[in-house]
């Protein structure tokens, strides 16, 4: 992974810039031990690891605007920080940098019942924003598996999705609006709890834009009242491609579940092994979750029922219960472990069309065989969001490089029958050299020109997204 | 000109000499802008529909109508339910796809789906120098690079034309109810909107007007039966309901902003939070439509209360006037925000040539 060459002026001013950052921030937001620089090293993506030249934990919208433009009067790139789960490489510092953690700012600062928001600092994380609200009956629908850590900051950055995005959409569907701070210091309010902006969509397009924009200080988000309850079935196929039909009918039939998810066989066998669900050995499984009150549960069930059963399943498993329900759930949810226990794993995350399901896995089997590693898949199947697990062995010489070409293989196909390179996850590093296959010159260029009226000098996390060869005259000048 | 292909549109916009006016329908056209008018009409079609993915790729100048009925045969629909305003504009003629898409419409369903920006899953447009880019594509989850299509949903063709749009659909529910409550005043009428939109039984419209409030589910026939109990139970005032065609045509008026659109004054569109709803209304004494349950607010005044509109509203949202002498008039964005936009515009459209003039 190329990153690019650090500014060599900018380190060798190091001890000045230290200083100033010392000069408006107290002294405990400011950080350069090399030992507590380590956690900001890297995100999730682990394999990649650079120590910044700083760190910085503001605790006021008003700290962050005053780092902004300091960093800038000096030239020095910023790296925007939540909690550094990024699966992309999103929050990678480079030696140059400095990171802009806005892990300290977590408090809630208004919830709305009546109009249904709640305005919290970007640096809370997900799940504490359901929590705040729990005691009246409401939650933050976009529900990552990574919530218990992640900020609503990265989420923003990144568009974060979660299991339930069948019904609920993607953070950009309950972003309300934010605080966002440029690399110029300038504060802006975009968008605002009413939801729906005067002119121009801005923060329709800051919402996914990856740290690249502006520091995002506070949020407003849209608040649900919680469904009475849900319930999943479990159903399964001794093929992929009924699996997929099922999906299909589902769908077209008009029944929204909240969740439709699909595991294959290796990684059925996987969780098996490791949480003991009792799920069927059988080539495609889908869990299926629907919501409401028990007679709306049994309503969609009985019609789910009747729909699978047509497709002929090895079977079709009804959760009676709360501990049968959660057991349903037990082996989707430990599937990453239960991959990371056999081997070290790269997860994917591209998106194809639903149609194109049974062609990609079997493509997916076939590469897996060329490339000699093993390939698990866990799917959100309703909307097509595939996440491979390809296992490997770091330690073994030559593994990751491996696995990272047949990553790349397995993307081009998705986008290959029409679909992308990232669901979720968003591009940062990971993805980074592969946006040519998705897009044009034309279409990068007019992204980029987004960065260039928000962030001229190009200093907001510079070296994501774009292939590095495209961003060069504009991260130079 | 009328180009029948995004390659000619390309050429069109790059050899254009002057101003050009982006049209849809063709029967629309806005106040203020001017120029050589550009009808998309001739970029029409259906290119790919997947009931089964619940996916749509359609060509920009379709006319809306058409794509209802491809949807409408496989029992699907748009679900933001796009407004018919040609009666409150005084306008005719055929809104065409990239319209909507362009006015980033909505109907009373944004409660509960969000506006056409939520459903636009990617586009292609030809920027104000001529170039073609594609944004976003046709699978539900993406988020690879910016999301340019949320920037182009709600441009009003000032950022670049739309020559294909693709969406996420919906199914036509198999039933729908509406609890229609009166016997309120508008204060405890908009509270009881409120508090539908508070309980977990999915509430898909909250609109009143005339006097009225209306409360509306939608999904299989037995969830809404229960639903409209629970909501009956809770809900104050004298309650009936209504159901299937007879629901269906109060929202199409709520939707059309039938109520209102005929009397005398100027009609300004107004976003707000919905607890603020009933003030700016008694504050100006007005006559509205609320929807959105008090969220948004059509609002009836006469001429030259524009000032009196935008110290009730400033603070907790905007508001556009629609009808009235001149034109429509969006409202000043803030300075920082404004200079964003001034630069976006110099980027996607350099000379400065698409719809100069409409958006302020
Ligand atoms: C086990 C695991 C499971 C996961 N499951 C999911 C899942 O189900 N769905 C999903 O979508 N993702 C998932 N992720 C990915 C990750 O959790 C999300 O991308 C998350 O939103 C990142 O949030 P963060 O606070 O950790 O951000 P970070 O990793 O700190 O940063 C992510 C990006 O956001 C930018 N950023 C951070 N803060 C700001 C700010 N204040 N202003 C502007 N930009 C900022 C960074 O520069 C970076 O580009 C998972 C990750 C892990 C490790
Ligand atoms: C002042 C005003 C406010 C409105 N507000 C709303 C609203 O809040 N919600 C709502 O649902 N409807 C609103 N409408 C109605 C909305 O314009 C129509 O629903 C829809 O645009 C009709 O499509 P059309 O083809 O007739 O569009 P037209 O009337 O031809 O065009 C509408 C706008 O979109 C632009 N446009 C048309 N086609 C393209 C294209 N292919 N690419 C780029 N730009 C294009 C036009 O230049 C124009 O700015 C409003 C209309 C007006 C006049």
């Not at chain 1, 997900?126 to 850590?149: K, R």
């Not at chain 1, 709360?322 to 082996?331: M, S, T, Y």
């Not at chain 2, 390659?7 to 802008?33: I, K």
Request: include cysteine.
């Amino acid at each position: 992974m190329d990153m690019p060459a650090p500014d060599l002026g900018v380190i060798a001013r190091k001890a000045r810039i230290l200083a100033r950052l010392r000069g408006i921030l107290p002294a405990d937001a400011v950080i350069d031990a090399p030992e507590e620089l380590r956690v900001y090293e890297c995100d999730a993506l682990t394999a990649y690891r650079c120590p910044p030249l700083a760190a910085v934990l503001p605790r006021t919208t008003d700290e962050v605007s005053r780092v902004l433009r300091l960093c800038r009067e000096e030239g020095v790139p910023v790296v925007p920080r939540g909690s550094g789960t990024s699966l992309a490489g999103g929050a990678m510092p480079t030696a140059d940098s400095v990171i802009l953690g806005v892990a300290r700012m977590n408090a809630v600062l208004e919830t709305d019942y009546e109009n249904r928001f709640i305005r919290v600092q970007a640096g809370r994380t997900n799940l504490s924003v359901s929590g705040a609200v729990e005691a009246e009956g409401f939650f933050y629908a976009p529900d990552p598996s990574s919530q218990l850590a992640c900020a609503i900051a990265g989420n923003i950055a990144m568009n974060s999705g979660g299991a339930h995005c069948l019904k609920y959409g993607v953070t950009t569907n309950n972003l309300l609006g934010v605080t966002l701070v440029q690399m110029d210091g300038t504060v802006v309010t975009l968008g605002g709890p009413w939801g729906e902006p005067a002119g121009l969509d801005l923060l329709g397009v800051v919402c996914g834009s990856e740290g690249q924009l502006g520091v995002v200080t506070e949020a407003w988000l849209r608040i649900l009242p919680k469904p009475e309850g849900a319930r999943p079935v479990l159903v399964g196929f001794d093929s992929n491609e009924v699996a997929g039909a099922c999906v299909s009918d589902i769908i077209k039939a008009g029944i929204l579940p909240v969740a439709i998810e699909f595991m294959d066989r290796p990684c059925i066998r996987a969780t098996e092994a490791f949480a003991r669900a009792g799920y069927p050995d059988c080539e495609a499984l889908l869990i299926i979750e629907v919501e409401g009150s028990e007679a709306e549960i049994s309503e969609q069930l009985a019609r789910i029922r009747q729909i699978a059963l047509a497709h002929d399943p090895v079977e079709f498993r009804e959760a009676a219960d709360e501990d049968q329900a959660k057991r349903i759930w037990l082996g989707r949810k430990s599937a990453f472990g239960a991959m990371g226990q056999i081997n070290d794993y790269m997860c994917l995350d591209g998106t194809i069309p639903v149609s194109s399901l049974p062609h990609v896995l079997k493509r997916i089997g076939e590469m897996s065989r060329e490339f000699g590693l093993d390939v698990g898949n866990v799917f959100h199947a309703g909307d097509g969001n595939m996440h491979p697990l390809i296992l490997f062995n770091a330690n073994k010489p030559g593994d990751l490089e491996k696995c990272e070409a047949f990553g790349a293989e397995i993307l081009k196909l998705c986008v290959e029958v029409g679909g992308c390179l990232t669901g979720e996850h968003g591009v940062g590093i990971e993805k980074r050299d592969l946006m040519g296959v998705q897009f044009s010159a034309a279409d990068m260029e007019a992204q980029m020109w987004v960065k260039d009226v928000f962030d001229p000098k190009w200093l907001l996390n510079p070296a994501k997204v774009f292939p590095l060869g495209v961003s060069a005259g504009r991260r130079a000048g | 000109m009328r180009p029948s292909s995004e390659a000619e549109l390309a050429e069109a916009v790059a050899g254009a000499r002057g101003p050009l006016l982006v049209r849809g329908g063709g029967t629309r056209t806005l106040g203020h802008a001017v120029g050589e008018v550009l009808e998309t009409g001739g970029l029409s079609g259906v290119e790919l529909y997947e009931p089964g993915a619940l996916t749509l790729v359609v060509r920009a100048g379709t006319p809306l109508a058409e794509v209802e009925a491809v949807l409408a045969g496989e029992r699907q629909r748009l679900a933001f339910e796009v407004p018919d305003l040609r009666g409150l504009l005084g306008r005719e003629g055929v809104s065409t796809i990239g319209g909507v898409v362009a006015a980033n419409a909505s109907g009373p369903r944004r409660v509960q789906v969000g506006a056409a920006r939520d459903a636009c899953l990617g586009a292609r447009f030809v920027d104000g120098a001529g170039m073609v880019v594609k944004n976003g594509g046709r699978v539900m989850k993406n988020v690879t690079g910016y999301d340019l299509v949320k920037l182009m949903a709600g441009s009003r063709g000032t950022l670049g034309v739309l020559t294909e749009v693709s969406f996420k659909v919906q199914a036509i529910p198999e039933a729908e109810a509406t609890l229609v409550i009166e016997g309120l005043g508008d204060a405890a009428g908009l509270a009881a909107l409120r508090a539908a939109l508070g309980s977990p039984f999915d509430v898909s419209g909250a609109a009143r007007h005339s006097g009225r409030s209306l409360v509306r589910v939608e999904g299989m026939a037995g969830s809404v039966a229960y639903r409209v109990t629970q909501l009956r139970a809770r809900l104050g005032g004298d309650v009936t309901v209504a159901e299937g065609e007879e629901s269906a045509a109060l929202w199409r008026e709520v939707r059309d902003v039938v109520p209102v659109r005929d009397k005398p004054g100027e009609i300004w569109r107004i976003v707000t939070l919905p607890t603020a709803a009933a003030e700016i209304v008694a504050q100006l004494e007005g006559e509205a439509l609320w929807d959105w349950g008090g969220g948004l607010i059509w609002l009836v005044l006469p001429h030259g209360k524009g000032a009196d509109l935008a110290a009730a509203v400033a603070g907790r949202g905007h508001a556009t006037r629609i009808t009235g002498q001149g034109g429509p008039v969006f409202p000043p964005e803030a300075p920082e925000v404004a200079a964003l936009v001034a630069g976006l515009k110099a980027k996607f459209d350099p000379r400065g040539i698409l719809n100069r003039g409409m958006m302020g």
